[in-house]
């Protein structure tokens, strides 16, 4: 696998895992009980916290890449294990 390869699919990893992780530990500013500044959304983030979760998305797109590699390299599921529907009968019927 080249370098360039490797790059855009850790980058799309780093992408899925950001979606993930950033639900987590936000609280509202009615959860958290503070007041909100006049303009602000109801639903927005008291405590946003994005050095944490640059870290978290990095950890969880590097353990996700490194287990697809590791399939890629090692071929413990290849596309025909995910296979799962029938083959169709040949053109004689059989």
Do not use: C
């Not at 490797?6 to 503070?34: K, N």
């Not at 303009?39 to 697809?68: C, E």
């Amino acid at each position: 696998m080249k370098i360039t390869s490797i790059i855009a699919i850790f980058l799309l990893f780093w992408v899925l895992s950001a979606f993930v992780v950033m639900p987590f530990g936000i609280r509202s500013h009615h959860e958290a009980g503070v007041d909100l500044v006049p303009g602000q959304a109801d639903g927005a983030p008291a405590n946003f916290a994005p050095k944490r979760i640059v870290l978290y998305t990095t950890l969880l797109a590097a353990i996700a890449f490194s287990l697809y590699y590791l399939n890629y390299t090692n071929g413990w599921i290849t596309a025909q294990d995910l296979d799962f529907l029938p083959t169709p009968p040949d053109a004689d019927g059989k």
